[in-house]
């Protein structure tokens, strides 16, 4: 199982990205996939999650980040609008077997994560 999250950068406050998760070594559509983040000092925190065809927002973010997945291209993007500074963090995509939890304990596989930055 292998997951490679990309996309990550240095934004200003206010704008957007967009992260992609590719995953190889399961059955994409049998298997939920999460977004995650953590930022220094703090917790690892969901983000949203997407089991086939729905989703799911794991976290309060007055609808500025969408998730949706490509099974064709094994691909899971989480899109992020009007992006503040206390978005900043690294962005793990994970895998669970067990479906959309908020849990980080309830993912068996993790990317290594993307670095977003948001300035003032």
């Known amino acids: 199982v292998q997951l490679v999250e990309s996309g990550g950068g240095l934004v200003r406050a206010g704008g957007s990205l967009r992260l992609s998760c590719t995953a190889s070594g399961f059955t994409f559509a049998d298997t939920a996939i999460g977004w995650f983040r953590q930022a220094p000092g703090k917790e690892r925190e969901g983000v949203a999650c997407?089991?086939?065809?729905?989703?799911y927002d794991l976290i309060s973010d007055e609808g500025r980040f969408a998730i949706s997945s490509d099974n064709a291209e094994n691909t899971v993007y989480l899109q992020m609008n009007s992006l503040k500074p206390e978005d900043t963090a690294v962005y793990y995509c994970?895998?669970?077997?067990?479906?959309?939890?908020?849990?980080?304990?309830?993912?068996?596989?993790w990317g290594r994560g993307t670095q977003v930055t948001v300035s003032s």
């Open positions: 997407v089991h086939d065809t729905t989703t």
């Open positions: 994970a895998a669970s077997s067990y479906g959309c939890y908020d849990s980080p304990h309830a993912y068996e596989s």
